[in-house]
């Protein structure tokens, strides 16, 4: 059985190097079973399982339209890129616009975050990296450079009636916290009209499953976050999907404090006693990926969180 | 304790049902929506923050009416979430317009109603009348404003000009629309008022008169007022509902000042004309319901229903079906369409008064939109996304054709002398239309 690769699981900051996808797809046998279509997007591995009694040609086929959803949405909302939608809404900051209906679709659910979450979730909170470099140093920020940052920062501040959006000056939008889990959902769409045998899809470590396949249920990995990073679990997964939040790797220690990177975008500074990772299993990728970021932003009362709300998860301090 | 713990569970499992329900809306919206396609990034000019909808339709009725109509919508966007649109409309109509008398044995003449000897026309035996002058253009100029007055509540108020040789109308309106429910279940009401000003050639003829005496006043008005109450709903990701309930009454002079009645002898001759007379009131219900439902990313599917009834006497039902099958790179469509109508008469609709018959009802007119009818509408649309245009996300340029066809169900008994004449022609039309929005 597959044991899925977490081993480059990204925070969605990273990539700022790769402004052109790689479009560039292969196919490689996994055990005795399975075939992965494999690719890069959104600055992780990503791949396609599908039983190894698929032809090869269908495979890239099938790969090639999960592949280009992938890009597709990338290309689309990508920060990076100077001709995707969220650099036209930075553009056009103090203006009225009126978006398409998918972006519209995307910040009606920023708006619904937002709201449930009581302000935690929020979609503007990107500028505080302009303050916060998590490089593993000691160099915190000054409380006046975060503070400078916080008007920039609230998604009350920005006037939406879809599909109309006014960005006022100095602020961003970012979806990069939900576009990788929303890429997922839309590829395994478009996978699933046109694929009857199961199939696995994962961004990485962001999957999505239809059902099992005929030897057994797949088998996921999550990695342990810390120096030796090797698969501590296996979890067996019928159908479904599961999203990871959090990274190890990204933190700051000054004074035996450690400053993990998750912030809080109502007072700019990190969530102490956050986990490192939490992993959640929901009917969609989207819907699991919200939850573990929400997880990720109660902190200390993340366990109870994830209890609370009756999820399945793996968490770990 | 105890309670406090089962309420904060209560709430989370609640927030949990929300946080579902916002990625289903999410999701929902992109498989109900299939592909969104690319988009272009904005290069000022003109037409940014402007959406323009013109289309140019040419309708042909087979031997009678045809028709060019061009038509533009443009929508401007404000800061405050403010909207504004234009449509305006302009209409050429020319050709043979049924007249209301009947078909004949005998050749039957007509003045024209501005009475120019020059325009009288003849119309042959077993042919049915029609006034061959037939012209009219019509401008309509339309717009509305559409203010957020908080999150959920929006208002707005519109007004409606349309101006032709003998026909002034002023339409406004007013609605506000609520979300609530998460924003899936939008409720509506609205209403307006309209204003017409009928001035006809050579005058108002007095209703009921006698088409040879001419007897005509100035200038003629007539008004009314509307209704509407409307909720949309959410069902499920892939379902969405409109039902509307609405209400009009109209007061004044409701007579087509062109149409006339023949009168009959017991042996089927025409022994003359009146023009047409309709009560000066008439208040009409209708509930509209429509289904849109999308089945999987590249078939969409809806279906509305429209019921009607007025004190006329007037009921009518439509169902219209359409299908929408996208092409596998979504850049392309075609949409077939079924219509299918059916209508009663209105109780003093009569196709030809008979001389020697007692009224019972000072009422009556031949106008074969009146009578009692059924209509199948087939149209087949398609159309082709293109690069967007001014900071537009994309353009889209499409081509729709119509055939309509009008069967009569009219069941009065003929004088034998009438019969084997086609008194109740039916109605075949064409529409072509190219759409250009962008």
């Not at chain 1, 990076?80 to 009225?96: F, L, M, P, Q």
């Not at chain 2, 079924?338 to 209508?343: A, V």
Request: hydrophobic share 40%.
């Amino acid at each position: 059985m597959a044991v899925l690769d977490h081993e480059r699981q990204r925070d969605k900051v990273a990539g700022e190097a790769s402004n052109a996808p790689d479009e560039a797809l292969s196919v490689e046998a996994r055990g005795e079973n399975l075939l992965a279509i494999c690719f890069t997007a959104m600055a992780s591995p990503c791949e396609v399982l599908l039983p190894s009694t698929t032809a090869p040609a269908a495979a890239l086929e099938l790969g090639a339209v999960v592949a280009q959803e992938a890009w597709r949405v990338e290309k689309k909302f990508s920060r990076y890129r100077s001709d995707s939608v969220t650099a036209w809404i930075h553009e056009n900051r103090g203006t009225a616009i009126e978006v398409d209906r998918e972006t519209a679709s995307l910040i009606d659910f920023a708006c619904r975050c937002f709201e449930l979450s009581g302000g935690l979730f929020d979609v503007t909170s990107g500028v505080l990296r302009y303050a916060w470099k998590f490089d593993g140093s000691d160099r915190i920020p000054e409380p006046a450079a975060v503070e400078r940052l916080l008007p920039r920062v609230g998604f009350k501040k920005l006037q939406w009636r879809s599909p109309r959006l006014l960005l006022p000056d100095g602020m961003e939008l970012d979806f990069g916290g939900i576009g990788k889990e929303y890429a997922v959902d839309r590829a395994y769409d478009s996978l699933a009209v046109r694929c009857s045998d199961p199939f696995l899809i994962n961004f990485g470590g962001d999957l999505r499953a239809n059902r099992p396949p005929p030897h057994g249920p797949w088998q996921v990995g999550i990695e342990r976050p810390d120096t030796d990073r090797r698969a501590t679990m296996i979890l067996d997964l019928q159908h479904g999907a599961l999203a990871t939040s959090g990274d190890s790797r990204r933190f700051l220690l000054k004074d035996g404090v450690r400053y993990g990177h998750i912030l809080d975008p109502r007072t700019g500074w990190p969530i102490p006693d956050s986990p490192r990772s939490v992993t959640v299993a929901a009917s969609s990728c989207t819907e699991a990926g919200l939850l573990s970021t929400l997880a990720l932003l109660q902190g200390a009362r993340a366990r109870e969180f994830l209890e609370e709300h009756g999820v399945r998860y793996w968490l770990l301090q | 304790m105890q309670l406090r713990f089962e309420t904060r569970r209560a709430k989370a499992a609640d927030t949990r049902r929300q946080l579902m329900a916002a990625s289903c809306a999410l999701l929902g919206a992109a498989a109900a929506r299939g592909e969104e396609a690319r988009m272009a990034p904005a290069d000022s000019g003109l037409l940014e923050d402007w959406s323009v909808d013109s289309a140019l339709a040419y309708y042909h009725e087979d031997g009678r009416i045809q028709a060019i109509e061009p038509v533009v919508n443009i929508a401007k966007l404000f800061a405050d979430g403010q909207a504004l649109n234009f449509n305006v409309t302009f209409d050429s109509l020319t050709g043979s317009s049924p007249n209301g008398a009947l078909t004949s044995r005998s050749a039957q003449t007509f003045a024209s109603p501005s009475g120019k000897s020059s325009h009288a026309y003849t119309t042959a035996p077993g042919q049915l009348p029609v006034d061959p002058h037939y012209q009219d253009d019509r401008i309509a100029v339309a717009g509305t404003w559409a203010l957020p007055l908080t999150r959920v509540d929006q208002l707005s108020v519109g007004a409606k000009l349309s101006d032709e040789h003998d026909f002034f109308s002023v339409t406004v309106d007013a609605s506000i629309a609520h979300d609530f429910n998460e924003k899936n279940t939008t409720l509506s009401f609205g209403i307006s008022e309209e204003f017409d000003s009928l001035q006809p050639i050579g005058g108002a003829p007095v209703a009921g008169s006698d088409y040879a005496l001419f007897e005509k006043t100035g200038h003629k008005s007539k008004n009314g007022v509307g209704a509407l109450l409307g909720v949309t709903q959410v069902v499920t990701r892939n379902w969405l509902f409109e039902f509307n309930l609405s209400v009009d009454r109209f007061k004044g002079y409701l007579n087509d000042p062109y149409k006339i009645t023949s009168i009959i002898d017991s042996a089927g001759n025409t022994t003359g004309y009146e023009f047409e007379s309709r009560p000066d009131q008439r208040t009409r219900k209708s509930a509209y319901w429509e289904n849109r439902v999308a089945l999987g990313r590249q078939i969409s599917t809806g279906l509305a229903l429209r019921y009607m009834r007025d004190d006329w006497g007037v009921r009518s039902d439509t169902a219209q079906l359409h299908l929408r099958w996208s092409f596998s790179n979504l850049d392309r469509y075609v949409e077939p369409t079924f219509r299918w109508y059916r209508q009663t008469a209105a109780n003093f609709y009569t196709p030809f008064i008979l001389s020697t018959e007692t009224r019972n009802t000072p009422y009556e007119a031949s106008d074969s939109r009146l009578g009692a009818f059924h209509a199948l509408t087939y149209g087949l649309k398609y159309a082709q996304k293109l690069p967007g245009l001014g900071g537009r996300e994309e353009s889209e340029l499409s081509l729709r054709v119509e055939y309509y066809q009008q069967t009569f169900d009219e069941r009065t008994a003929t004088p034998a002398a009438l019969q084997g004449l086609d008194l109740y022609p039916g109605l075949k039309a064409v529409l072509v239309q190219v759409g250009w929005r962008f």
